[in-house]
């Protein structure tokens, strides 16, 4: 069974109490469940949907055990279309538990995204195509084949 971290901008750059737009996580969600059978998958905003009014300790405990589940899973897709810290740490975390990083960004030459992901796609239609295609399955398959 294959585990899918879905990792992405929550609060971003943002100065007020908001999040922004979470509707990626359901399309993300929504095209693995079709196309890729027995897929678990762990969405930080769907198991925390009103985490921007956690007091400090349990924004620490949240926190730690989201970054320390993204090293469990063994793909992390990162949505990014602006930086985001929380996300950052997610990466680095998957990256240092050698899982397979996909980062939908603009971002191309942000040092955390060249430095961490395994593929960089332009738009989440493009990573909803690898989806639906199989090929994410597919790479996925050729990495678990290689020595690490």
Sequence with gaps: MMHVF???LMQGSREDHLIDAQDYRS??????????PGVKITDPYGLHPD?????????????????????????????L???SMGTAIEMWTAFNANKYIIVVTPLKHNWVVRVTADEILPDLDTLLKQIENGRLAQLLDRKRLSPD
């Design 6 to 8: 879905i990792a992405g």
């Design 27 to 36: 399309r993300i969600t929504q095209a693995l469940q079709v196309h890729v």
């Design 81 to 83: 279309p602006q930086a």
């Design 51 to 79: 985490s921007i009014n956690y007091g400090l300790e349990k924004v620490r405990d949240t926190f730690v055990s989201m970054a320390d589940l993204a090293g469990e899973a063994d793909v992390l897709i990162a949505y």
